[in-house]
């Protein structure tokens, strides 16, 4: 069983930076792969970033590439996700989520935790 909290959303201005982290309680935190997710209001959620347990490999949608960068601590049971260059069409609320199995990275049906979330606005 894995619990994820995630922190750090808020209010930025177009150009800006927040920093977002989640929590991850349970001994195997080192064993998921990590995802990171959002949905705006009236939209499906999607894929964000994910990265590896195994390598450390890391994965971005496309349209935050260059400017996020998902990171994870396996020794303090973290990940973040560095977000510069923010556009008011980063707003949503962003979850973090955990992935016990092999598979596909980027759909959410593929993960087995999930964060409650935490809101990001950006403002124009």
């Known amino acids: 069983q894995v619990q994820l909290v995630e922190s750090g959303g808020g209010l930025a201005q177009a150009g800006g930076s927040l920093r977002l982290s989640c929590a991850a309680s349970g001994r195997t935190f080192s064993s998921y792969d990590m995802g990171w997710f959002r949905q705006a209001p009236g939209k499906a959620r999607e894929f964000v970033a994910a990265?590896?347990?195994?390598?450390?490999?890391?994965y971005y949608e496309d349209s935050v590439k260059g400017r996020f960068t998902i990171d994870r601590d396996n020794a303090k049971n973290t990940i973040a996700l560095q977000m510069d260059s923010l556009k008011p069409e980063d707003s949503a609320r962003y979850s973090c989520a955990a992935k016990r199995t092999t598979g596909p990275l980027r759909p959410p049906s593929g993960y087995d935790y999930w964060g409650q979330g935490t809101q990001v606005t950006v403002s124009s």
């Open positions: 990265i590896t347990w195994s390598d450390g490999i890391k």
